[in-house]
């Protein structure tokens, strides 16, 4: 087997907010590749607006730079793949692991390892790849720097890492400030022995091997990831694993379904820091994106046309939740800027996020304009709906529920693993949220500090609308995460939300007199004029069953004057409700109608009397 010396290939996993955005960003900028433009740039890697605004990675990117070593050795291309931190996205984390050689582990100096640490590290030991672990935020005035690197090591131990993957160095940072150590700092404090990433540098040379391959073997070029351009169409994102590519040359494109096809590699980019740069021939090792095959898919393989040999398939772990998405089928269809509305172009575009998602699944149901669309996770479907609602599509989407599966003749259901931080006069509110929703406690650390640290095994669906519950018992000051552990026999019934629904039981315009006169009967989503149509739900009651009300009720007029006419009342600003809140809140017979203009909750049954109907059936079965 031959080496590239010149070339290394490292991924950086991390949990949520960990800091890989920000280590990536200091990374470029030391080995120059800003240029003179742009110094100030911050998470550039996120490039996404729902990436900006939401703090987190959703697609794994790569980029490429160019690292000069200190003591004067021939030049490194080093190429990076900035992972997602979050599980939704676990089939971002799965192709990014298919591109690399080695890893960068990333936790937190106070926070230390955390669900999604798990998660990403399971992936990359299951892989045997070497990893450098990288203590982040040293400089944070909570940091527990040792006790954070035990938990990491007990965290290998648990997840059965054997001798060799156990013995890895570990390096402290601060990405923020651009600086790394081999040597440990005191809690707090930045590192005083280096004003750079070089050490960090350093240690992924000596750690992460250089690509190896068969000198003479045929080319083979594993596709990983999509994108796309508006000048050169569909571009496949590839590693080559074996042989050589060139621009015009001509190759057998191993499919999915077992077929060979002959095509043109009509141009072929390279990234190199945050460009894509046009090059001519590609080797054993390198990233490059190439066009001229529109219709490429994820998994694929680009292969030498006299002897063409597939790579395997990227597999991904299977769908925990699903929901229906379907077309609007509110009386308020297409008034308010929404202009994708018909079946035909909610099915294209979910068809569309099915060619570059390869954890998303599309599957029929019994309506023609619906479909259930499967998922790692609450977040990731919410994703998508957003991003359609953005492009202006008009959906209907139904409660996120469980996507079950038969064991050993059991039906089983997904059960996470939730760690929660909070103060600790929450431990009794947050228990028995939990035990309502069948939780077990597995572990109770309480760090001296005030907080403590929960972690709980929970079905799934418990979890489905209880980010909400939580953060007002805990008055905003508690923080969880949870990632998918096991699938367990089926819990029963769980009842996760106590509050009925008020629902507008007439169409028209809603009025601050019949807002005064309801905002008693619980907590109003809607404010004055806003149109609302029969089977819409604007508000919760503060009792568990559901209240038809008029919210467009409005004074009479009479000539007779009163003492009281003038006084007024004050209406107590209504809850907006955001996406994945309204999607949080719904129960089983309820959906959230979502547009570009406005996100609204209402009846699946829109018609009053249909669903009383309903309803007394439901009773006298019972």
Not at 82 to 97: I, K, N, Q, S, Y
């Amino acid at each position: 087997m031959q080496l590239r010396t010149d070339l290394r290939n490292v991924a950086i996993i991390a949990h949520v907010d960990h800091g890989k955005t920000t280590l990536v960003d200091a990374m470029l900028r030391q080995a120059g590749a800003y240029g003179a433009r742009g110094e100030n740039t911050e998470r550039v890697m996120d490039s996404g607006d729902l990436e900006r605004e939401k703090g987190i990675t959703i697609l794994a990117k790569n980029t490429g730079v160019h690292y000069l070593p200190a003591d004067g050795s021939d030049a490194v291309t080093i190429n990076i793949i900035d992972t997602p931190g979050h599980a939704d996205f676990g089939g971002e984390v799965e192709r990014g692991l298919t591109m690399v050689d080695g890893v960068v582990l990333l936790v937190d100096a106070s926070e230390g390892p955390l669900p999604q640490t798990r998660f990403v590290l399971r992936k990359a030991l299951r892989a045997r790849m070497p990893i450098i672990l990288v203590i982040n935020k040293v400089d944070r005035p909570d940091a527990r720097i040792k006790e954070v690197v035990d938990d990491t090591y007990e965290l290998f131990l648990d997840l059965d890492a054997d001798e060799e993957q156990i013995d890895f160095p570990i390096v402290y940072a601060c990405a923020r400030d651009g600086i790394a150590s081999l040597t440990q700092p005191a809690d707090g404090s930045v590192p005083d022995d280096s004003t750079s990433l070089e050490p960090l540098f350093r240690t992924l040379l000596d750690t992460i091997p250089a690509p190896a391959y068969e000198d003479g073997a045929p080319l083979q070029a594993h596709v990983t990831n999509l994108d796309a351009s508006p000048f050169l169409g569909r571009l496949a994102l590839c590693r080559v694993r074996q042989g050589t590519i060139s621009k015009g040359q001509t190759v057998a494109w191993c499919r999915t379904d077992g077929s060979t096809q002959r095509v043109r590699i009509s141009e072929m980019l390279m990234t190199e820091g945050l460009e894509r740069k046009p090059a001519e021939t590609a080797g054993p090792g390198d990233i490059i994106a190439v066009a001229g095959i529109p219709e490429i898919m994820i998994g694929e393989t680009l292969a030498d046309v006299e002897n063409p040999v597939a790579l395997p398939l990227i597999t991904v772990d299977e769908p925990a939740i699903s929901m229906t998405i379907g077309t609007n089928t509110s009386p308020l269809v297409g008034r308010l800027k929404g202009s994708k509305v018909t079946a035909r172009m909610v099915k294209d575009r979910l068809d569309k996020e099915l060619i570059g998602n390869v954890s998303l699944r599309v599957l029929p149901t019994e309506r023609p304009d619906a479909w259930e669309v499967q998922g790692r996770g609450e977040l990731a479907l919410a994703i998508l709906v957003e991003q359609m609602r953005r492009e202006s599509y008009e959906l209907t989407v139904g409660k996120p529920q469980v996507v079950t599966r038969v064991i050993d003749g059991k039906t089983c259901e997904p059960v996470e693993r939730l760690t929660i931080d909070a103060p600790e006069e929450y431990l009794g509110a947050i228990t028995q949220l939990l035990a309502t929703r069948k939780g077990r406690m597995e572990q109770l650390v309480n760090h001296g500090t005030g907080w403590i640290r929960m972690e709980w095994l929970v079905p799934a669906r418990g979890l489905i609308g209880f980010r909400t519950e939580f953060l007002t018992d805990t008055r905003g000051t508690g923080i969880l995460h949870h990632v998918f552990e096991s699938y367990e026999p089926w819990f029963g019934e769980l009842r996760t939300r106590n509050n009925g629904s008020l629902v507008a039981d007439r169409a028209g315009a809603v009025t601050a007199f019949a807002m005064t006169n309801l905002q008693e009967r619980g907590q109003l989503f809607v404010e004055p004029t806003t149109e609302v149509y029969e089977g819409m739900i604007v508000g919760e009651n503060s009792r568990s069953d559901d209240m038809d009300v008029n919210i467009t009720k409005e004074k009479k007029l009479t000539n007779m004057r009163q003492s009281t006419s003038d006084e007024t009342e004050k209406l107590v600003p209504p809850r907006k409700l955001t996406l994945e809140q309204a999607l949080e809140f719904c129960r089983e017979d309820e959906c959230v109608e979502v547009t570009p203009a406005t996100v609204r909750i209402r009846k699946v049954v829109l018609d009053q009397q249909l669903r009383g109907r309903a309803t007394a059936r439901r009773k006298h079965a019972g």
